[in-house]
């Protein structure tokens, strides 16, 4: 369908357009992911799935894979009650239960091979908080003590193995056993130092799903440092992008900007304040949200999509708009939106959709393209796999559906 007239913005009956687009765009995503990705003969789901939707039966599975779509047909059951995400999430929970956690050091693995045998035993930080993540929100449709129990043993790995009680913020990577690991990258692209900005958002993102079920003084306490980390080293008080790499004692070791952090960031540490109800962060970082949507916006396209990254020591854009930043573009706008009333974030809101609708989403075959290049064409990287999953669409578009219902 068409979508409202972006200058005119202002009624119900435009958000609820916006909504019941929002809705349709869920079902058609999470029908994707029960068509074309659940792995039947090996269990769980696929390790990778093309553009034409033919799953790579050989492809390795990755922890941060199966902890989002966990996590994701988990969120979209509490929304609509719909029997078949329940039973995904509960295919994942058990995959995730059954394949990825370490018996023998703790905490869970990095992946696995189609078969489900470890693969890379590493214990990525991030990949232990996705796995709190998308535990915690099964727990919240399932009621299942192991998947609450697992989480709060996972939290208790991160503070005990990864927390750096002399300078703060939590290390990033180690090796099977807990030790000391050469390699902290979180992937190929990354810089590889010990405190990233990616690592703690998601940290505090899982303590903070964590913490809505099991109300604990010293994760709240910890939800709070890892807000406060934010304030003082993540978000640059010079320009409000995101800082991304640091070493040990907190030296900044570069300077590319990431658009799609910037407005993650943005709507998502005001939301973990507003979840431990401290009202100093919520004062702040409603405060920072605006500066740091406004920082994003440095990334925007006249066509309503973000640019990927961009390295000001070179003055190098990377011409490539990837998915997961057009999705947190529609909640980080909608929530400068909310926070301030003026009409342009929503307008940007509804403009990112716009644009995702025209260039990401897959009319024909379902689910959203990896992302276009800056001719438009089409990234030729999987539908489905390690990094590509139901997280930051479904979750942009439940986010933005429950935002749109508190307002009318």
Known sequence: MELINVTEVTTPFALRQYKTELQEELVRVLDYWINYTVDREDGGFYGSVNNNNEPDKDAAKGIVMMSRICWSFSAAYRFNKQPQYSTMAERAFNYIFDHFIDREFGGVYWSVDAKGNILDGKKQIYGLAFCIYGLTEFYKISGNSTALNTAI??????????FDEVNNGYTEAFARDWQQTADLRLSAKDNNESKTA?????????????????????????????????????????????HLFFGDVWNLRSTLQSYGHDIEAAWLLQQCAEVIKHPTLIQQFKELAVPVTNAASEGLDKDGGLWYEYEPANNHLIKEKHSWPQAEAIIGFFNAYQIT?????????????????????????????????????????????????????????????????NLI
């Not at 505090?204 to 807000?227: C, D, G, H």
């Not at 276009?372 to 539908?383: A, F, G, H, I, L």
């Not at 979750?395 to 935002?403: G, K, P, Q, T, Y």
């Open 153 to 162: 043993d996972l939290y208790n790995y991160i503070e005990e193995k990864s």
């Open 198 to 242: 990616n690592t703690h958002l998601h940290i505090v993102e899982a303590y903070s799903n964590l913490y809505t079920v099991w109300p604990n003084e010293k994760l709240r306490n910890r939800i709070a440092n890892l807000l406060e980390l934010f304030q003082q080293h993540f978000i640059s008080k010079d320009h409000h992008h995101l």
């Open 341 to 405: 009333g003026a009409q342009h974030y929503l307008r940007q809101s509804i403009s990112s959709w716009g644009f995702i609708k025209k260039h990401i989403k897959d009319e024909t075959k379902g689910e959203w393209f990896w992302g276009v290049n800056n001719d438009y064409s089409t990234m030729q990287k999987e539908k489905a796999g390690f990094w590509k999953c139901p997280y930051h669409n479904s979750r942009a578009l439940l986010e933005v559906m429950h935002r749109i219902n």
